[in-house]
């Protein structure tokens, strides 16, 4: 049975053009969203989220985001995430893709409100699945 | 006619006239001379008082009974009466019986009978006289006796037996009968006040009537004393005896047999005293010897008594153990023998202190070492009192002396030790680069050593001599209270230790690690030591082993990252893969594959080369710069654009150059990869200029390129760990990281100019080695 989408607009922070490459392949083949914005850094996504203030149509619903990035890394993202106005923080959710399951990174994001899980790399079905739910259930 | 040698002198008293005529010429024919011729006593007073007449010769008359002169003159009659009467009267005879001067001569009677009469009458009163005389010299004795022998302190008695008794002389010990028999008899019949007060009688009681027996404590003493004093007659005896009172008191005494002259025993004469406290003072004399004598028995010292008249030869009389200093008994016994083991250079010291022992003065002691009879030399601490004789007339009585010898040998001995200790703890102490200092009861420095003098050089660089110093006196106030506080803290008994920072103008800061420890003397805390440990370098190491640590924790954590991030792309991709795309997706997919198998390839051989210098022991050859740059080159090939970029080599040494080739390879291979990767793609041509430089001990490789460049912002943090210079630096970030650290380990120093958009130089200097050499 084919499933609607979870969401609309889905963005990938990662440096790593394959692991973008994967996500956005598999968010395609499973039907997560009905569009992806690929950023490979931490800056141009802000720069992107920064750009679409005002025009909430083209924020995303999902931000998967990667930890281990040169310069603006996922905390640096997540902290100047917090500098925007609240209804871009609380349209965009924010899932960490990460390639490790360190406990000092988990322990150090744990604590921010905007991020809903935390997944280890690479995204796959099953993961595409439980992120699904958390929203329909938070959406409830 | 009768021819007197010495004619008496006579009055005559006669009333009758005729009478008185006849007798006259009768006395006058016998060759008397008559004084006087008197009617009466009362007419013949007055010459019987001028002439003091020898004899008076006097008519009896009843009448003369009531004359006042006649009885006055019989009161005090010093001159014999002849009486002439023709008969004897009851009252003239009366007279003659009670006066013995009074005579009688009745008539009638011959001139013979009348001088024979005279004479008698004269020879009776010379005699009487004579013995008035000795009468009255008899009473005088009796009385001075008598005073004697109540005054006396002694007690004085006599004992009688009422039946004297005699034996055969020639039998020495009396025969028992007479033993029994005076033990039966004798009886007290005289005694002094004394007596009595000896044995505690009432001032009423007395002993007279009592049998001699009563004296004595019992039959068995009493029969002994009898039994000496019948052997020898005289003799001094000691007993003693309990009294009604309880008490026991001892009487000695001098008692003899009365013997009258016959031979015979009539009594006991006995002069006793009561000796009670002079017993209990011998006694006690005796209790206080004997008590010496034990109490010098234990002593660890050598008491020595010795006895001397003259002080030419002194003898030892009492010593008070057997064998001092190991000899046999009495093998010491004078203070020559004991001159005989004075060790040689204590000899003339004891010989100038014995000199002057004949003046019987008191010197301080000495210390002499004696040889034992093991030959070893024993410390002693000498001194003598010489006691004077109780008579000290010159020549007469011993002189007593005491010799003391204090043994001081393991006093000495410990001493000495203790000296050697200190000595060897100061030693230790002064060795040591530690500040040590110990602190008395008053807070006051005792022992310190030369760091600590030096330490507190920093603070009073005038101190020249710490001890004795109040703790205030070294240390400034900014300090005071630090070493103020643990000190006393100490002093209740705890041990500490506490970390301490002192910043000083040259040296920067010291870190000390302070330990105070108490200093325990039987159970009291005398004071307080205090050690100073500088643990600056073992803070450094603890610093850098700290960030050690957390660089080997990030390294962990990196590198987990680094190495698990292509395995997730390739999971992710293989995910892909089983997914129903086409063929020319799946072509793409196993190329993405390849491309993360070579990213992890590339990982862990960083990885590897870190741990190689990290753990591989130097190794020096010569280099050829050159050939390892081209290696390097063609190992890089598989980079993108690595054909792109254009070497220049320009090596400006003359000879050839000494280097570990393995890590130098390191070194070069990552410094290619950089100006590869980082090649900024924009410019027409990209290259890198590979420059050697030769200088006095060192030489410089420089790595110039044209690529992107680094931003400023980013050049501080450049060397660290997994630092990425740019937005779209794909690499781990270990590159810069593990130069650093090669060039560490090769003695050199890493440099790095760059300007963004302009391009990167590299220079790193390393020393210059002529020859092969392993430096590990």
Not at chain 2, 51 to 77: G, K, S, T, V
Not at chain 2, 293 to 307: C, N
Not at chain 2, 606 to 623: C, K, T, W
Request: charged share 25%.
């Amino acid at each position: 049975m084919e499933k609607a989408p979870a969401v609309d607009l889905v963005m990938l922070v990662d440096d790593n053009d394959t692991d973008n490459f994967i996500s956005k392949r598999i968010i395609e083949i499973t039907k997560f969203a009905n569009r992806v914005e690929i950023k490979n850094s931490g800056k141009s996504a802000l720069e992107y989220i920064e750009a679409n203030v005002n025009t909430p149509e083209n924020l995303p619903d999902l931000i998967f985001l990667d930890i281990n990035m040169p310069i603006v890394d996922g905390f640096v993202f997540l902290f100047e995430f917090e500098m925007f106005p609240e209804e871009v923080k609380k349209k965009c959710k924010i899932v960490i893709l990460s390639s490790s399951d360190n406990k000092r990174d988990i322990d150090k994001i744990v604590d921010n409100e905007y991020v809903i899980k935390f997944i280890t790399k690479p995204l796959t079905e099953n993961s595409l699945n439980s992120v699904r739910d958390l929203l329909s259930s938070m959406a409830s | 006619m009768i021819i007197q040698r010495q004619k008496p002198l006579i009055q005559l008293i006669s009333n009758d006239h005729v009478s008185a005529m006849e007798l006259e010429e009768r006395l006058l024919s016998l060759g008397y001379v008559v004084l006087a011729k008197n009617k009466s006593f009362e007419q013949g007073a007055a010459v019987f008082e001028s002439h003091q007449p020898e004899l008076i010769i006097a008519e009896w008359d009843d009448a003369f009974i009531d004359d006042i002169y006649f009885q006055q003159l019989l009161q005090e009659l010093s001159v014999p009466i002849l009486f002439v009467s023709l008969a004897l009267t009851p009252a003239l005879h009366q007279l003659c019986q009670t006066s013995r001067m009074v005579h009688l001569i009745q008539r009638s009677f011959a001139d013979i009978d009348l001088h024979s009469a005279i004479q008698q009458v004269l020879g009776t009163a010379s005699i009487y006289k004579q013995y008035t005389k000795y009468e009255e010299e008899l009473k005088q004795n009796a009385r001075l006796l008598q005073l004697f022998f109540n005054q006396a302190l002694s007690a004085i008695f006599f004992a009688i037996t009422p039946t004297p008794l005699r034996w055969r002389s020639e039998l020495q010990t009396p025969p028992l009968a007479v033993l029994r028999h005076l033990q039966e008899t004798l009886t007290i019949t005289k005694h002094n006040r004394s007596l009595a007060e000896q044995y505690r009688l009432k001032p009423e009681e007395g002993l007279i009537k009592q049998p001699l027996r009563c004296l004595f404590p019992s039959n068995e003493i009493y029969e002994h004393f009898l039994a000496t004093l019948l052997e020898k007659k005289q003799c001094r005896f000691t007993f003693s005896k309990e009294l009604a009172d309880g008490s026991v008191a001892t009487y000695e005494g001098n008692y003899s047999l009365i013997l009258d002259e016959q031979g015979a025993v009539i009594g006991v004469l006995g002069i006793q005293q009561d000796i009670t406290h002079r017993k209990r003072h011998e006694r006690l004399l005796k209790i206080s010897k004997q008590r010496f004598e034990r109490l010098a028995a234990y002593s660890p010292d050598i008491i020595i008594v010795a006895h001397t008249q003259d002080f030419q030869k002194i003898r030892f009389s009492y010593v008070n153990k057997p064998n001092i200093l190991g000899f046999k008994e009495k093998a010491i016994d004078s203070p020559d023998k004991l001159m005989e083991l004075v060790h040689p250079q204590d000899f003339p010291t004891v010989r100038a202190y014995f000199q002057d022992i004949s003046q019987k003065n008191e010197y301080p002691p000495i210390q002499v070492r004696l040889k034992n009879q093991a030959g070893e030399w024993e410390w002693f601490q000498c001194q003598y009192v010489v006691l004077s004789p109780e008579d000290e007339q010159e020549g007469k009585g011993y002189y007593e002396i005491l010799f003391y010898l204090h043994n001081l040998t393991e006093k000495i001995r410990y001493e000495n030790q203790l000296k050697e200790e200190k000595a060897n703890l100061l030693a230790l102490i002064e060795s040591s680069h530690n500040p040590i200092f110990s602190v008395d009861r008053k807070l006051h420095v005792k022992t310190y050593n030369t760091a600590f003098l030096n330490l507190i050089h920093h603070f009073k660089p005038a101190l020249r001599e710490a001890a004795g110093q109040p703790l205030s006196g070294v240390f400034p106030k900014e300090e005071l209270n630090f070493w103020l506080e643990h000190i006393q803290k100490t002093f209740l008994g705890e041990k500490q230790e506490v970390p301490h920072r002192l910043h000083f103008k040259e040296k920067g800061t010291v870190h000390y690690e302070v330990a105070f420890y108490p200093i325990i003397e039987e159970s009291q805390i005398t004071g307080v030591t205090v050690i100073a440990r500088d643990v600056t370098e073992q803070e450094k190491m603890r610093l850098a082993l700290e960030k050690s640590n957390y660089e080997l924790d990030t390294f962990i954590y990196r590198s987990s990252h680094d190495l698990r991030a292509p395995l997730s792309s390739i999971l992710g991709l293989l995910q892909l893969l089983r997914m129903p795309v086409s063929d020319q997706e799946k072509t793409h997919y196993i190329q993405l594959i390849e491309k993360s198998v070579a990213k992890l390839d590339r990982v862990i051989y960083s990885l590897i080369d870190f741990s190689r210098n990290m753990h591989l022991p130097l190794e020096f050859g010569y280099v050829d710069v050159e050939q390892i740059v081209y290696d390097c080159y063609e190992q890089l090939q598989s980079l993108p654009h690595a054909d792109r970029l254009r070497i220049h080599f320009i090596n400006g040494c003359p000879e050839e150059l000494v280097s570990d080739e393995n890590r130098l390879r390191i070194v070069l291979y990552h410094l290619l990869s950089n100006s590869i990767r980082y090649q900024d793609l924009h410019k027409e041509e990209t290259h890198i200029h590979i420059t050697i430089e030769c200088h006095q001990d060192t030489w410089t490789l420089s790595f110039k390129d044209n690529g992107k460049g680094i931003a400023d912002n980013i050049k501080q943090n450049l060397f660290h760990m997994f630092q990425r210079s740019n937005e779209e630096n794909r690499g781990a970030g270990l590159g810069l990281y593990i130069i650093k650290q090669v060039v560490q380990k090769l003695q050199g120093e890493v440099e790095i100019k760059s300007q963004l958009g302009e391009g990167t130089e590299v220079i790193i200097t390393l020393p210059l080695l002529k020859e092969k050499t392993i430096v590990l």
